[in-house]
């Protein structure tokens, strides 16, 4: 079956900090990982890693992708209290069309 | 910027109504979905639709559950005889195109079933 799994499950720092935030996955047929931002309602697209992308950034965000063990990581650098949120990761993979979601990372910045 | 929308942000029913859930897509976009996340767990998938039929679908999208788009820009989601476990947020979303490469989808804000 596969499987995708976000840790820490929650994590709570001061502003300024600097976060990482863990996704593994077990997939056949992989096609792309994706992190999304969950404030009150929507996951709000943030990147899309593939083989031929395995590094993003974007401002204090970035996100990298290693398909060899199977993981990404997406650092926040210099928090804010506005990068307060459930970070979700998911992944596509070939031969089926749905996102297969991690539980998520609860991620609380304190002033 | 564009954005998926959807309509009621929340919804109460009775146990045993019919209830339709209504999400407009991003409009250049060709590929249409429903998730839903029970309070406190996972976004699970439940139905993709291309070309105006099902393409892939979950085992919780069972015969209580139907898809339609009606018109050129609106995708519903509707649950025939709702139970209490139906009771979750339901989001939609879209993406413009599912190639070898990648499947970016973009979700609406979603709307809270309640069922009593």
């Known amino acids: 079956e596969d499987k995708v799994v976000q840790s820490p499950l929650s994590l709570v720092v001061h502003e300024g900090d600097t976060v990482t935030l863990n996704c593994s996955y077990e997939v056949t047929n992989f096609r792309s990982l994706l992190w999304y931002k969950q404030e009150k309602k929507a996951p709000t697209f943030l990147f899309m890693l593939?083989?031929?992308?395995i590094e993003k950034k974007s401002g204090r965000l970035s996100s990298i992708l290693d398909k060899k063990e199977l993981f990404s990581i997406l650092n926040i650098t210099a928090t804010q209290t506005g990068d307060s949120a459930i970070y979700l990761c998911?992944?596509?993979?070939?031969?089926?069309?749905?996102?297969?979601f991690g539980t998520g990372t609860r991620l609380t910045i304190i002033p | 910027e564009p954005e998926v929308t959807q309509t009621p942000s929340h919804q109460v029913t009775q146990m045993g109504q019919e209830v339709i859930l209504r999400c407009v897509p991003i409009s250049n976009h060709l590929y249409f979905y429903w998730y839903r996340q029970i309070l406190g767990q996972k976004v699970e998938f439940l139905v993709s639709f291309y070309n105006n039929e099902i393409s892939e679908k979950s085992e919780i999208f069972d015969d209580q559950f139907s898809v339609e788009r009606p018109d050129g820009s609106n995708f519903t989601l509707k649950i025939r005889s709702t139970k209490l476990e139906d009771s979750a947020m339901y989001f939609c979303?879209?993406?413009?195109?599912?190639?070898?490469?990648?499947?970016?989808?973009?979700f609406g804000p979603g709307t809270r079933l309640t069922v009593l």
């Open positions: 979303a879209s993406s413009y195109h599912r190639d070898y490469s990648y499947n970016e989808q973009f």
């Open positions: 998911a992944v596509d993979f070939f031969g089926n069309e749905k996102l297969t």
């Open positions: 593939t083989s031929s992308g």
